[in-house]
């Protein structure tokens, strides 16, 4: 609009011909385009992925390094995520046939597996690894059915020495015993024996084979442990510092589950998936309701877990969270947990993750345990916060390039300060010094994905009002000192007597001087503005910068200030140009009174930013202070009250702007 504006005030008010108004409109308009944004983003998060890959984390998506430095609510598989997923047999077997032992139980629970093929999982390696696989070998094995996560149980058909065919299955107690014949009799028992292990943290694996009669008879139930690893509970304490809740997702027995929590400090609050929703009866995923998050999104909150899930109710609870305005995060290793992990924001499988698990995963850990999660959600935010730098210094940039030459145009015409020339009716610049300035800024930008960051204490979301209000000051601080040094420099053709420039004892300049002198104060000011907005709400030296963005910086300014010294006397686009240091008398020493000029002006534009950030915290002018304490408005689109997600243990801080996420 701006551009536009430009084209017909100068079409109307100074005469310009139809090729002069386009060309000047043209070139503002290309020159303030970001076109290197992609690019920088790109480049900053595929280094940013280089730098997970040395914390051993692949990712898959670039875009979900973004998201994961959003995340603050971390959903976690038990077995193999929080566990070591390295079960250990124990001496305790209880039996409800005659005849029958440890070792036979031990017999049984491998011939429901491939007991002369590689293990398929940690409980077939711990079965399988116990079991006398000789006497196996005695049978033949006629038909297997691998573990379903929703029948939660294996089954093989075998063959004995003397022709006889049966059954034989192993898996979850409650499962199998709904097999027996005599399961009523046994309930009791089985659920005591059950309850009495959970107490304990210990797991049980039920085993039951088919007889002469045809039907199912409990054989015994083994025991077994799945400890936690060394770090999952100095990794949950760090995710909630962090400003990140952990919530187990689990499959096993709610007893099971209760113990583990409350082994890794976690909420014991364990629920049952009785009060989740059902999975539409259609199957598919578009047919899921959008009020889940309203509907049982307290019941979900509330929940340190849920056990006893399937697959499907894994895929709601994400979805309830996601509709309650959280972005999640989902961790797993198995094939049911595919499909949570493709509907969270970000799906991590851990380290042994089946194929499709990583299929379905934007990250992938090649290392055991969670902590690595926790070290790839402090690469991702500093990842965010070299974007924001980014971004917010692109669009003052933006913004003062533009506003510098559209008040230039209408406020401070060079014939109104005794300039005859018609070529120089209005100010501006060769298209070559516009160029100049688009390819050193995007040059220099390329270096901010090495930057030094500091990663926030809290989850980080775009906060797009906030962005740009701080552009618009560092712009406005920027814009101003360059039209104030402009009109100083249009003042001094006019009347050098009684100039600013006299006044300073600097020598009067040519009209081709002041094209370069603002040239150098524009290129100049939009470094330094780079150095402004990378810190964030501090000033300017409390972050030191990476050596590349200095270095890059500093060869930038370099060329920046040789072209404008040293310039040859030309008309480039009919515009009268003349290097700085080419005039006469000691008009060769301004490049050192622009960076003089600018570098006072650069601590005054850092006084305001830091002004700005304080109005803004303590105003919550853009709900700056509550989207940093953790505080935002949910997505579910029948939401009326703002939800509030504020990991425990987290004090707030407005440091930087947190992003709804969840990761299990």
């Given at each position: 609009?701006?551009?536009?504006?430009?084209?017909?005030?100068?079409?109307?008010?100074?005469?310009?011909?139809?090729?002069?108004?386009?060309?000047?409109?043209?070139?503002?308009?290309?020159?303030?385009?970001?076109?290197?944004?992609?690019?920088?983003?790109?480049?900053?998060?595929?280094?940013?992925?280089?730098?997970?890959?040395?914390?051993?984390?692949?990712?898959?998506?670039?875009?979900?390094?973004?998201?994961?430095?959003?995340?603050?609510?971390?959903?976690?598989?038990?077995?193999?995520?929080?566990?070591?997923?390295?079960?250990?047999?124990?001496?305790?077997?209880?039996?409800?046939?005659?005849?029958?032992?440890?070792?036979?139980?031990?017999?049984?629970?491998?011939?429901?597996?491939?007991?002369?093929?590689?293990?398929?999982?940690?409980?077939?390696?711990?079965?399988?690894?116990?079991?006398?696989?000789?006497?196996?070998?005695?049978?033949?094995?006629?038909?297997?059915?691998?573990?379903?996560?929703?029948?939660?149980?294996?089954?093989?058909?075998?063959?004995?020495?003397?022709?006889?065919?049966?059954?034989?299955?192993?898996?979850?107690?409650?499962?199998?015993?709904?097999?027996?014949?005599?399961?009523?009799?046994?309930?009791?028992?089985?659920?005591?024996?059950?309850?009495?292990?959970?107490?304990?943290?210990v797991r049980c694996l039920s085993v039951a084979r088919t007889m002469e009669d045809g039907e199912w008879h409990m054989l015994g139930i083994l025991t077994f442990l799945d400890p936690p690893?060394?770090?999952?509970?100095?990794?949950?304490?760090?995710?909630?510092?962090?400003?990140?809740?952990?919530?187990?997702?689990?499959?096993?027995?709610?007893?099971?589950?209760?113990?583990?929590?409350?082994?890794?400090?976690?909420?014991?609050?364990?629920?049952?998936?009785?009060?989740?929703?059902?999975?539409?009866?259609?199957?598919?995923?578009?047919?899921?309701?959008?009020?889940?998050?309203?509907?049982?999104?307290?019941?979900?909150?509330?929940?340190?877990?849920?056990?006893?899930?399937?697959?499907?109710?894994?895929?709601?609870?994400?979805?309830?969270?996601?509709?309650?305005?959280?972005?999640?995060?989902?961790?797993?290793?198995?094939?049911?947990?595919?499909?949570?992990?493709?509907?969270?924001?970000?799906?991590?499988?851990?380290?042994?993750?089946?194929?499709?698990?990583?299929?379905?995963?934007?990250?992938?850990?090649?290392?055991?345990?969670?902590?690595?999660?926790?070290?790839?959600?402090?690469?991702?935010?500093?990842?965010?916060?070299?974007?924001?730098?980014?971004?917010?210094?692109?669009?003052?940039?933006?913004?003062?390039?533009?506003?510098?030459?559209?008040?230039?145009?209408?406020?401070?015409?060079?014939?109104?300060?005794?300039?005859?020339?018609?070529?120089?009716?209005?100010?501006?610049?060769?298209?070559?010094?516009?160029?100049?300035?688009?390819?050193?800024?995007?040059?220099?930008?390329?270096?901010?994905?090495?930057?030094?960051?500091?990663?926030?204490?809290?989850?980080?979301?775009w906060n797009l009002p906030v962005l740009f209000f701080m552009s618009s000051v560092l712009a406005a601080v920027a814009c101003a000192s360059s039209l104030m040094l402009l009109w100083v420099?249009?003042?001094?053709?006019?009347?050098?007597?009684?100039?600013?420039?006299?006044?300073?004892?600097?020598?009067?300049?040519?009209?081709?001087?002041?094209?370069?002198?603002?040239?150098?104060?524009?290129?100049?000011?939009?470094?330094?503005?780079?150095?402004?907005?990378?810190?964030?709400?501090?000033?300017?030296?409390?972050?030191?910068?990476?050596?590349?963005?200095?270095?890059?910086?500093?060869?930038?300014?370099?060329?920046?200030?040789?072209?404008?010294?040293?310039?040859?006397?030309?008309?480039?686009?009919?515009?009268?140009?003349?290097?700085?240091?080419?005039?006469?008398?000691?008009?060769?020493?301004?490049?050192?009174?622009?960076?003089?000029?600018?570098?006072?002006?650069?601590?005054?534009?850092?006084?305001?930013?830091?002004?700005?950030?304080?109005?803004?915290?303590?105003?919550?002018?853009f709900q700056y202070r509550s989207i940093a304490a953790g505080h935002w408005q949910p997505h579910s689109p029948n939401a009326t009250t703002p939800t509030t997600t504020v990991a425990s243990?987290?004090?707030?801080?407005?440091?930087?702007?947190?992003?709804?996420?969840?990761?299990?």
């Amino acid at each position: 609009v701006l551009c536009i504006t430009c084209f017909g005030y100068l079409m109307g008010k100074y005469k310009t011909s139809f090729r002069d108004a386009i060309e000047f409109t043209v070139v503002l308009l290309v020159v303030s385009i970001p076109i290197a944004i992609e690019i920088v983003v790109t480049t900053t998060l595929a280094l940013g992925s280089k730098e997970l890959s040395i914390k051993k984390v692949i990712v898959t998506r670039l875009s979900a390094i973004e998201m994961m430095s959003a995340v603050n609510m971390l959903c976690s598989d038990k077995t193999g995520t929080l566990t070591l997923n390295k079960m250990e047999i124990q001496e305790q077997c209880y039996t409800f046939e005659p005849n029958q032992d440890r070792e036979s139980v031990l017999v049984y629970a491998a011939l429901a597996a491939k007991w002369r093929e590689p293990p398929r999982d940690a409980l077939d390696t711990m079965v399988l690894g116990a079991a006398n696989l000789d006497t196996c070998d005695k049978y033949t094995q006629l038909e297997f059915v691998p573990f379903d996560p929703k029948t939660k149980r294996t089954e093989a058909t075998l063959r004995d020495s003397n022709g006889f065919e049966f059954k034989v299955t192993k898996g979850a107690p409650n499962i199998v015993v709904a097999l027996c014949y005599n399961q009523d009799e046994i309930h009791d028992r089985i659920q005591a024996i059950i309850e009495e292990l959970g107490s304990r943290g210990v797991r049980c694996l039920s085993v039951a084979r088919t007889m002469e009669d045809g039907e199912w008879h409990m054989l015994g139930i083994l025991t077994f442990l799945d400890p936690p690893r060394p770090d999952t509970k100095e990794t949950i304490r760090r995710s909630k510092e962090y400003g990140v809740d952990v919530k187990m997702i689990t499959g096993d027995h709610q007893l099971i589950a209760r113990e583990m929590a409350r082994m890794l400090n976690m909420d014991t609050n364990i629920l049952t998936p009785d009060g989740l929703p059902q999975f539409p009866a259609s199957g598919n995923p578009k047919d899921i309701p959008r009020t889940l998050g309203d509907d049982y999104g307290d019941m979900v909150l509330a929940a340190g877990g849920f056990a006893h899930v399937f697959p499907e109710h894994k895929y709601l609870i994400v979805e309830t969270l996601r509709q309650r305005g959280f972005t999640c995060a989902m961790t797993g290793d198995g094939v049911n947990d595919s499909p949570a992990l493709k509907r969270a924001d970000v799906g991590v499988a851990v380290h042994g993750a089946t194929d499709a698990a990583r299929a379905a995963a934007d990250m992938v850990l090649t290392e055991p345990g969670l902590s690595v999660v926790v070290d790839a959600m402090l690469i991702a935010r500093g990842v965010f916060q070299r974007m924001l730098s980014f971004l917010t210094y692109r669009v003052a940039a933006t913004l003062q390039l533009v506003f510098f030459f559209f008040i230039g145009v209408f406020a401070l015409p060079p014939r109104d300060y005794g300039v005859t020339d018609d070529n120089f009716q209005f100010f501006h610049i060769p298209v070559l010094m516009f160029m100049l300035i688009t390819l050193l800024n995007d040059g220099t930008l390329m270096c901010i994905g090495y930057d030094n960051v500091t990663p926030s204490l809290r989850p980080q979301r775009w906060n797009l009002p906030v962005l740009f209000f701080m552009s618009s000051v560092l712009a406005a601080v920027a814009c101003a000192s360059s039209l104030m040094l402009l009109w100083v420099a249009l003042d001094c053709l006019k009347d050098y007597p009684n100039s600013w420039f006299h006044g300073l004892g600097i020598d009067p300049m040519s009209q081709g001087q002041v094209v370069s002198l603002i040239y150098l104060k524009i290129s100049i000011s939009d470094f330094l503005t780079l150095f402004s907005a990378r810190t964030d709400k501090n000033w300017f030296w409390v972050h030191r910068p990476s050596a590349v963005l200095v270095v890059g910086a500093c060869a930038s300014l370099a060329i920046s200030s040789i072209v404008a010294s040293f310039w040859p006397d030309s008309s480039p686009d009919s515009i009268q140009t003349l290097g700085l240091a080419k005039g006469s008398g000691n008009t060769n020493l301004l490049p050192i009174w622009v960076w003089i000029y600018c570098l006072v002006w650069w601590l005054i534009q850092d006084f305001f930013k830091v002004m700005a950030y304080k109005v803004l915290e303590r105003y919550d002018l853009f709900q700056y202070r509550s989207i940093a304490a953790g505080h935002w408005q949910p997505h579910s689109p029948n939401a009326t009250t703002p939800t509030t997600t504020v990991a425990s243990n987290v004090p707030p801080t407005a440091d930087h702007e947190p992003t709804a996420t969840s990761a299990h």
